[in-house]
């Protein structure tokens, strides 16, 4: 509410100091207008110099003089005027806003300042376009005028054509978008907010006109296509498309691994957990025994959910290396009050694959039960605020497990195996042209029944 309140504060001192500067030079525009004396004064200066004999031709002011050298000095205001007009136009505008963004916040104390700046002006974007096109265009229209006190008009309009289109158009937009544009961009901004200012009564209506008839101007580029976002990101792989992203550009498991967490959003746990049917689960009315200590040596998996008579009341899970180590004292005895289990984090099945990966980052936990919740729970302030609500107190259904690594799969566009035993399975039952990758890794290993695997 603060932050508001001070945004609104912010917005009306700007209007109120719009408001002033519009008031103030729309008196001293009437002023100036009201001064008959002033333009009578300009219009026999121009008068005395623009004398024309009876055969209809004009005398030109002759090179030395005060009105030849006025007029040269005129010429060159104006050009210089139009130049830096132009090029500002091309410079400024085509300046990335997500490269602004970047300075203010991995730049240097003066890059963040010049960067915070130049992002102020463009903020109102059809003021500063329109106040740079006026002035270019009044800079254009008048260099003839001056060029026609010295040559000939049929030579006045060439030449200034000419030089407008050479030093006023092209010279100054290849400076303006060179390597130097940023640098250039800031160290202009005072030029900027003065021609703002002087233009200010013509260019304000226009620019608030703009807004109304297309909108405020949206240089945000990638916040509502991901799919552009993605293909940038592959543009900078190395070696494409610019000699210099081979030496900074991202190599090509960066751009994967990158494109894939950008996909986890889209991803619910449900289409990559495993499913309830597959997985090799142990009963707490099992007898430990050594048939069952063979049994589980034969599954392979390091951590074996434990249910209660029923498949779907799952009560915990049981380190496999627990039980191998045990005695043989702890024989038949149920396994349920022999060894500790792991308490359960249950998730609600419409929890995505992004949010999945915060909260075993934040419970510190690789396993969890996707379940049809009945209550969430509301009060878990240790997670991320889009992340609370997908923890369940209470459930209805269990629909599967879910695996820390099943999300790095995801990530790394990579199958990880344990060890081979899954191997000859996987080439009956599994669908993936992913590649494989050994590892040993036996706290993340898939709790899933001899004979069947996840499947995309």
Same mark, same amino acid.
């Given at each position: 509410?603060?932050?508001?309140?001070?945004?609104?504060?912010?917005?009306?001192?700007?209007?109120?100091?719009?408001?002033?500067?519009?008031?103030?030079?729309?008196?001293?525009?009437?002023?100036?207008?009201?001064?008959?004396?002033?333009?009578?004064?300009?219009?026999?200066?121009?008068?005395?110099?623009?004398?024309?004999?009876?055969?209809?031709?004009?005398?030109?002011?002759?090179?030395?003089?005060?009105?030849?050298?006025?007029?040269?000095?005129?010429?060159?205001?104006?050009?210089?005027?139009?130049?830096?007009?132009?090029?500002?136009?091309?410079?400024?505008?085509?300046?990335?806003?997500?490269?602004?963004?970047?300075?203010?916040?991995?730049?240097?104390?003066?890059?963040?300042?010049?960067?915070?700046?130049?992002?102020?002006?463009?903020?109102?974007?059809?003021?500063?376009?329109?106040?740079?096109?006026?002035?270019?265009?009044?800079?254009?229209?008048?260099?003839?005028?001056?060029?026609?006190?010295?040559?000939?008009?049929?030579?006045?309009?060439?030449?200034?054509?000419?030089?407008?289109? /050479?030093?006023?158009?092209? +010279?100054?937009?290849?400076? $303006?978008?060179?390597?130097?544009?940023?640098? =250039?961009? &800031? *160290?202009? !901004?005072?030029?900027?907010?003065?021609?703002?200012?002087?233009?200010?009564?013509?260019?304000?209506?226009?620019?608030?006109?703009?807004?109304?008839?297309?909108?405020?101007?949206?240089?945000?580029?990638?916040?509502?296509?991901?799919?552009?976002?993605?293909?940038?990101?592959?543009?900078?792989?190395?070696?494409?498309?610019?000699?210099?992203?081979?030496?900074?550009?991202?190599?090509?498991?960066?751009?994967?691994?990158?494109?894939?967490?950008?996909?986890?959003?889209?991803?619910? /746990?449900?289409?990559?957990? +495993?499913?309830?049917?597959? $997985?090799?689960?142990?009963?707490?009315?099992? =007898?430990? &025994? *050594?048939? !069952?200590?063979?049994?589980?040596?034969?599954?392979?998996?390091?951590?074996?959910?434990?249910?209660?008579?029923?498949?779907?009341?799952?009560?915990?899970?049981?380190?496999?290396?627990?039980?191998?180590?045990?005695?043989?004292?702890?024989?038949?005895?149920?396994?349920?009050?022999?060894?500790?289990?792991?308490?359960?984090?249950?998730?609600?099945?419409?929890?995505?694959?992004?949010?999945?990966?915060?909260?075993?980052?934040?419970?510190?936990?690789?396993?969890?039960?996707?379940?049809?919740?009945?209550?969430?729970?509301?009060?878990?302030?240790?997670?991320?605020?889009?992340?609370?609500?997908?923890?369940?107190?209470?459930?209805?259904?269990?629909?599967?497990?879910?695996?820390?690594?099943?999300?790095?799969?995801?990530?790394?566009?990579?199958?990880?195996?344990?060890?081979?035993?899954?191997?000859?399975?996987?080439?009956?039952?599994?669908?993936?042209?992913?590649?494989?990758?050994?590892?040993?890794?036996?706290?993340?290993?898939?709790?899933?029944?001899?004979?069947?695997?996840?499947?995309?």
């Amino acid at each position: 509410m603060k932050q508001l309140l001070k945004a609104n504060l912010k917005n009306g001192r700007k209007s109120q100091r719009f408001l002033i500067y519009t008031i103030i030079l729309s008196y001293l525009f009437m002023v100036v207008l009201s001064q008959n004396s002033f333009l009578s004064k300009k219009r026999s200066l121009f008068s005395k110099q623009d004398t024309i004999n009876f055969s209809g031709s004009k005398k030109y002011h002759e090179p030395g003089s005060a009105e030849f050298n006025f007029a040269i000095a005129m010429v060159i205001f104006l050009v210089m005027m139009a130049g830096i007009c132009s090029g500002l136009n091309v410079g400024l505008l085509s300046i990335d806003v997500v490269a602004l963004n970047l300075k203010i916040k991995s730049g240097t104390e003066n890059e963040k300042k010049n960067a915070q700046q130049i992002l102020d002006v463009l903020s109102n974007h059809h003021l500063l376009l329109s106040t740079l096109l006026v002035a270019n265009a009044l800079a254009m229209e008048a260099l003839p005028i001056f060029f026609h006190e010295i040559i000939p008009a049929a030579f006045a309009v060439l030449f200034s054509t000419i030089i407008v289109v /050479v030093f006023g158009e092209i +010279i100054p937009q290849a400076y $303006c978008t060179g390597p130097k544009q940023f640098e =250039i961009a &800031s *160290k202009s !901004l005072p030029i900027i907010k003065l021609l703002i200012l002087i233009f200010w009564i013509f260019c304000f209506p226009i620019a608030k006109f703009l807004d109304w008839l297309l909108g405020k101007h949206d240089s945000s580029k990638y916040r509502k296509n991901k799919k552009d976002l993605k293909a940038l990101i592959e543009l900078h792989e190395n070696g494409q498309h610019d000699t210099h992203l081979q030496q900074f550009g991202f190599n090509k498991q960066e751009v994967m691994m990158i494109s894939s967490t950008l996909d986890l959003r889209e991803q619910k /746990v449900t289409e990559k957990m +495993i499913k309830l049917d597959d $997985c090799f689960m142990l009963n707490t009315e099992d =007898i430990f &025994s *050594k048939e !069952l200590i063979l049994k589980i040596k034969q599954s392979g998996f390091s951590t074996i959910p434990i249910y209660d008579k029923v498949r779907t009341n799952i009560i915990g899970c049981l380190r496999t290396k627990i039980i191998l180590g045990c005695e043989n004292k702890h024989l038949n005895k149920p396994i349920a009050t022999r060894f500790p289990l792991t308490q359960l984090l249950m998730i609600a099945k419409d929890t995505n694959m992004l949010q999945m990966i915060q909260i075993f980052q934040k419970k510190k936990c690789s396993l969890a039960i996707v379940t049809t919740e009945e209550k969430k729970k509301k009060n878990n302030e240790e997670l991320l605020m889009s992340c609370r609500d997908m923890i369940v107190e209470h459930y209805s259904q269990i629909e599967g497990i879910i695996f820390l690594k099943d999300v790095f799969e995801e990530i790394v566009d990579i199958d990880f195996q344990d060890d081979d035993l899954h191997i000859k399975h996987d080439e009956k039952t599994k669908k993936k042209t992913k590649s494989t990758m050994k590892i040993n890794n036996s706290l993340q290993e898939p709790l899933i029944s001899q004979g069947s695997n996840k499947k995309n």
